[in-house]
């Protein structure tokens, strides 16, 4: 297997691995919606500072250009599997399951998290020196005295 691939791969689990983490600590379940008492702070965190260290882990852990974009993947994964397992398990009670999980209310919620994995991972990147500028007077062909300093 191509190295760069095996380095995504690692990646999007790390960053699974971390977004399942945050979701356990914090106890937030984020596909549940309860009217106006949804938005706490730990439901907060859940949804913009645990994906945005996710994207930052995937960002490191990856090492190149191209994590910005491995990043949005971790928690879309994630809250697929969740929504799946509220679906098969949680509320397996034989009602209407749009009655317990508001597909209308997930989109915009995986969305929101999506962008602040996404936004770790540009930070993580940059922070990492993906995009670091070589030295142009170095670069150039016939400058020499660049070249030794």
Known sequence: MNQRYARGILAVT????????GDWLLGARI??????????????LDVFLVPFIAGLVVAKVFGSKGGKWLACLPPLFVRCISYAYMYFFVFNDGKDFAYHLNLFYWGPCVILVVEAANFG?????????AYRRKNRLAAEPGNAECAKA
């Open 121 to 129: 991972g540009i930070l993580g990147e940059v922070l990492i020196g």
């Open 31 to 44: 596909e549940i919606f309860s009217g106006i008492a949804t938005f706490t702070f730990p439901w907060m």
């Open 14 to 21: 790390a960053g699974m691995a971390v977004n399942f983490f």
